[in-house]
């Protein structure tokens, strides 16, 4: 249904993750060094899912990641893991493809919810400060 809605689909296999984090990294390169940090670690935080596909599989993370993006650098085509064997694939080629509506959420939610959870802890921190204050 999603498919039908969206008229979108989105190469599979981490292909997209793997794309994704090889493109923050090259912006980080230009940008300011405090703003580097934060694109930095999301381009770490996209490399999850391809890593997590890796490790279900039994494979090595390190390894698959590191194939995946430099045949992406190389070839500039998408390239996924490829379960069996931990090479790069091409997920169109094989059919492995995801729901456009899906990876758009979980780009939106994913910085909401980091967002949230430091709010939380600045919370907490102030809390445990008011405490030591009334202490005092």
């Known amino acids: 249904k999603n ?3 969206d008229n979108c689909v989105i190469p599979g296999a981490g292909a997209f993750e793997i ?12 940008i300011g060094e405090k703003s580097r940090y934060g694109v930095l670690c999301y381009a770490d935080a996209m490399e999850i899912i391809p890593k997590s596909i890796c ?3 039994g494979l090595d993370p390190q390894d698959c990641l590191a194939k995946c ?3 992406y650098r190389d070839k500039k085509a998408l390239m996924g893991i490829d379960i069996k064997t ?5 997920p169109i080629d094989v059919g492995i493809l995801d ?3 899906v990876k758009k959420s979980f780009l939106h939610i994913g910085p909401v919810l980091a967002q949230q959870l ?7 921190r102030a809390g445990k400060q008011m405490q030591k204050d009334k202490i005092a």
């Open 19 to 30: 794309a994704c984090a090889d493109h923050l990294r090259d912006y980080a390169k230009d």
């Open 86 to 90: 931990g090479e790069p694939i091409n």
């Open 3 to 5: 498919v039908f809605d």
């Open 99 to 101: 729901n456009y509506c």
């Open 118 to 124: 430091l709010l939380v802890d600045e919370v907490m």
């Open 55 to 57: 490790r279900n599989s």
């Open 69 to 71: 993006s430099k045949e």
